[in-house]
């Protein structure tokens, strides 16, 4: 139950009522008419990196302790909060990212204003200031969160108090005010790319590299199977730059897609290479073979190394090379 004062404290027809941001005051109804029995004022809390934001529902104010005067405050905010330089997809599929929110007092906060901040400091909310109305983690509700298209663990939040810059003055930390920052840390859901992208291409490379001995089944035998390949792969590239984001850096998924073409390229280079010097310059067959051999030796630690500079850095329950069987091969793990 809610209480506000000792005469009010089995009174259900007493409230507590915002008034804007700063003002709450406590209602008392009798007989269908209500009274205002108190006044305090509410510490104006602002969400400092948000773009836009507005106010879902009407903001409560309930006392939760009598004799100290604590108070609840909970407002629930649909906001565009700005992420700062530090978000970036350069390893997308496996990139991670800090997501923040950041809470700050800056209205009257200079010394003598209303909510000085050499008096009035900010702190984290306990469960022994609320009296168990309010959980740990400090009272955020985290439980239903959901970002589409990534996963967080709710256990990694990190409560982190900085100091507020004050226009480029140059303050002394013992004077300057704080704000809260909020991180949680989340990573990309990268199972369709790993599981149906990668190994579609590295198979494709491998049809590629096992080409190399159709050298003589025709003129362009192996020439045409690489360049249909190759087309093959710039169908997937122009549908997967539609779905990757839109930045002016070259993100890893790009980069693998260009390596694969400059395999196929050396692959086709190589084989018009071979054909000529047999065809034109009369060498040995057996000499061209070992040359193809070579290649395809080749080609294939090129195909291994990209799927390993692929998968670095994703983070990963076994070693590496499990792991990227486990991608190449469709072996599941069941949780």
Known sequence: ?????DNAQNDDSSI????GRRHAYRKEWKQHESTIKEMIDVPPVSILNAVDYETVD???ITMVNVETRSMRYTCLYSATLFQGDHLSVKDFPHDEHQIMIKLGILAERVRGGRWDHSIYHLGLAEEEDSLGSARVPHG????????PGFDFDRSHLEFEFFPLSDGGLIVTDRKRDTYLQVTLPCRRQSGHYDH???????????IAITCLPRNFGSASAATEIMLSIAFVQVGIRLSLDSRLPSVGYQIKMQR???HCFRLLFGLVFESNTVFFLVSKRGWETATTDKIDLATACIALVYNFYLVMCYFRGKRRRHNLLLEICFDLFGIYETP
């Not at 139950?1 to 004062?5: E, F, I, N, V």
């Not at 507590?16 to 008034?19: A, I, K, L, N, S």
């Not at 955020?140 to 970002?147: E, G, K, Q, R, T």
């Not at 149906?196 to 491998?206: V, Y």
Request: net charge negative.
């Open 1 to 5: 139950p809610m209480q506000s004062d």
């Open 16 to 19: 507590w009522v915002m008034e």
């Open 58 to 60: 009407e903001p409560e």
């Open 140 to 147: 955020l509700v985290a439980d239903h969160c959901h970002i």
């Open 196 to 206: 149906s992208i990668l190994p579609i291409l590295f198979m494709l490379n491998i």
């Open 256 to 258: 693998v897609m260009d």
